[in-house]
């Protein structure tokens, strides 16, 4: 499933993937379960095409980190977000990144 993941760039690829991780949070289940990373991989693909709408991409965050807190999940919450192709988020995220006094890594 990695090796797949690393050729996930045709907009109907992410659609597929992307459908894998809406269903199986509907209850579908697959022959196979997906691990975090790819689910991330995923997330990341598809924040970064333009084919899909704001709403779209909070949806299948919101299914992607439901249950996920740990350190990884909140570095892939912000590369989403800098992916966002809005001047105000390049700004905040740019003020966070140069901000001696911010508590992350």
Same mark, same amino acid.
């Given at each position: 499933?990695?090796?797949?993941?690393?050729?996930?760039?045709? &907009?109907?690829?992410?659609?597929?993937?992307?459908?894998?991780?809406? $269903?199986?949070d509907s209850g579908? $289940?697959?022959?196979? @379960?997906?691990?975090?990373? $790819?689910?991330?991989?995923?997330?990341?693909?598809?924040?970064?095409? +333009?084919?899909?709408?704001? @709403?779209?991409?909070?949806?299948?965050?919101? +299914?992607?980190?439901?249950?996920?807190?740990?350190?990884?999940?909140?570095?892939?919450?912000? $590369?989403?977000?800098?992916?966002?192709?809005?001047?105000?988020?390049?700004?905040?995220?740019? +003020? =966070?990144? &140069?901000? +001696? =006094?911010?508590?992350?890594?």
């Open positions: 499933m990695d090796k797949a993941l690393n050729f996930l760039h045709a &907009t109907k690829h992410i659609r597929l993937f992307s459908d894998i991780i809406l $269903q199986n579908k $289940q697959w022959p196979f @379960e997906l691990k975090n990373t $790819q689910k991330y991989t995923i997330l990341k693909a598809y924040y970064s095409s +333009a084919e899909f709408t704001s @709403e779209e991409k909070a949806s299948l965050r919101d +299914a992607v980190m439901k249950d996920d807190n740990n350190d990884e999940a909140k570095v892939v919450a912000v $590369q989403c977000d800098s992916l966002v192709p809005y001047d105000t988020v390049k700004e905040a995220l740019w +003020a =966070e990144i &140069t901000d +001696a =006094e911010t508590k992350e890594a």
